[in-house]
């Protein structure tokens, strides 16, 4: 198994391993960060700081977001985008491509009452149709091969080509 990562830390394969040992015992669940709670299904990427810490990052180091407009990449349970929300925004565009996330998220949305400032779409790419966003988050997977488990389920996507699009459509 071959993975590309920023940094090499000789931990990657058990890392990957403790991983997919934890996420093949997750069940739907209730979690909350901060002053954010939310719904996460088993088939949806966690929040849970105890599978990653990278959404409690996020939300920890969000400045005041007033009157902004936001782009949610990759937006999985919505929890950055409800966040962003609470800490103000004006607006928020969710994109993902996992349909098992889209609803995960639409159910969250409708749990806080913010459909009418969420909007979520199924896109991979991203045009300057959908307008112009102070703040993009991306909380999302960089991978270049696809990884494959011992049953053959995919983990993840090829993401570097969909990062390497997106990035190239925002200016």
Known sequence: ????????????????????QQNNKRV??????????????????????????????????TTELTGKNVLDIGAGTGILSIHAIYKGANRVLCTEIDDRAILNAKQNITSHKMEERITILNKEHIDKSLGKFDIIFANIIFSKPKIKLEDSEELSKNTLSIHHNLLEELD
């Open 28 to 61: 739907d669940e209730k979690i909350s960060i901060g002053f954010t709670e939310v719904s996460v299904s088993k088939d949806v990427f966690s929040p849970d700081p105890k599978m990653t810490h990278s959404v409690e990052m996020f939300m920890h180091h």
């Open 1 to 20: 198994m071959t993975i590309s990562m920023f940094t090499k830390t000789g931990n990657e394969e058990s890392y990957i391993a403790w991983w997919i």
